[in-house]
Structure formats: C-alpha cells, structure tokens
C-alpha cells in the first residue's frame, strides 16, 4: 500500500494543516522553489519525524510545487547530495514508512515510489524486511474482523498490547534502522506514527 497522501483526510488536524498549506499558494514559482532548494539543505544529512513541524511545512511546499512542476522547470539547483528520482525529477527525498516491503521508499514530491524495496541498498534492506515482517502482525490487529476479536475474548487488551508493541517498533525504525539509510541517502523521513493503533508521534519517545 502506498504511503496516504499527507493533509488529505477531514479531520481538524489535517484541516489546520490545509490552512497552512495556502500560505505558499502566494509564492510565485521562484519563490517556491528557492524556499525548497534552502530547506533540503536544512534537512540534508539528518534523520527527521515525519511529524516534524519543518518536515510538515516541506511536504505541504512540496505538493504545490509538484502540482505546479516547479523542478521541471529548474528554477533553482537542490543541494548537490540530492539526486533526481526517476518519478518526478524532483530532488531525492525518501519516507520510510511501515510498507516499506511493498511499497519501497516514497518520494515526498509525488507521493509514488521512489525506490522500490529491492534497489534499496542490500546491507540496510535484510533489517528493513525483517523490521516490516515483525511490524506486519501487530498492524494488523487494528484491522482484525468480528470474528477474530470474538476470538480473543478480549480486544481492547490486544490493541492495547499492540499499540503498546507498536510504539516499540516504531523506536527502533527512528533509533536503528533510520540512520542506517542515512548512510546512502542524502535525508531520510520516518514514519513516527501508526493511526490505525492509535499511536501518535508523542507516543513514540526515545
């Protein structure tokens, strides 16, 4: 499953995010790309939430300008330790998020894959996949059906104890794993949230 679109949803949080989002619908095209250009240089090199307030400004300046094809238009340079992704041209930043066995690495630009699982760099991708293998089951609690809530008698202590794992899990993606593709990847963008289980960044403490 793709990475959902961030903002996309109704609820008030994402609401606020839309509303800060028309903030850069002022900037005209060059604005918009030199603030881009500026703040991958802010994020290069480091391992960001994909809660981040920075991370979230990057990503709503992002849509726009994929919408407006402003890298098409090379209207400002990214710093050299961006490639251009084979989706949209745009500078190379990765999302890792808890599909990475499907989905590969997802580009903040255009939503797609940027690099799918098997390209990733063979000495990170064995922890990758045995991360999202172990992830997988306790995900998938939140989307259990009657019948297998029936089952264990007792659901709001198996979310609870999934969410509980999840946290976990989530830790050691941001603590271990993340920096680890630092090492190949100009920046790297985790995912520091599991909504289905109720798990929220503040939850996922170091």
């Not at 726009?64 to 094809?69: D, K, P, V």
């Amino acid at each position: 499953m793709l990475w959902a679109m961030a903002f996309e949803n109704d609820s008030p949080l994402d609401s606020l995010w839309k509303e800060y989002g028309r903030a850069f619908k002022d900037f005209d095209d060059l604005s918009l790309a030199r603030w881009l250009a500026q703040t991958l240089g802010q994020l290069e090199g480091k391992v960001w939430r994909l809660s981040h307030p920075l991370v979230g400004a990057y990503r709503l300046a992002a849509m726009l300008a994929h919408e407006r094809q402003v890298w098409f238009k090379r209207m400002a340079t990214p710093p050299a330790a961006y490639g251009e992704s084979t989706c949209c041209r745009a500078p190379f930043l990765p999302l890792l998020t808890r599909d990475v066995k499907e989905s590969g690495l997802i580009c903040q630009h255009c939503n797609e894959t940027l690099l799918p699982f098997d390209e990733i760099n063979a000495e990170v991708r064995g922890e990758l996949e045995a991360w999202a293998r172990d992830y997988a089951p306790v995900h998938a609690v939140a989307h259990w059906d009657d019948h297998q809530r029936r089952r264990t008698r007792d659901y709001e202590h198996a979310f609870e104890n999934a969410a509980e794992s999840a946290e976990r899990l989530l830790v050691y993606e941001g603590q271990t794993l993340a920096p680890k593709l630092l090492n190949f990847y100009p920046a790297i963008i985790w995912e520091d949230q599991d909504e289905c289980l109720e798990v929220r960044p503040e939850d996922v403490g170091w």
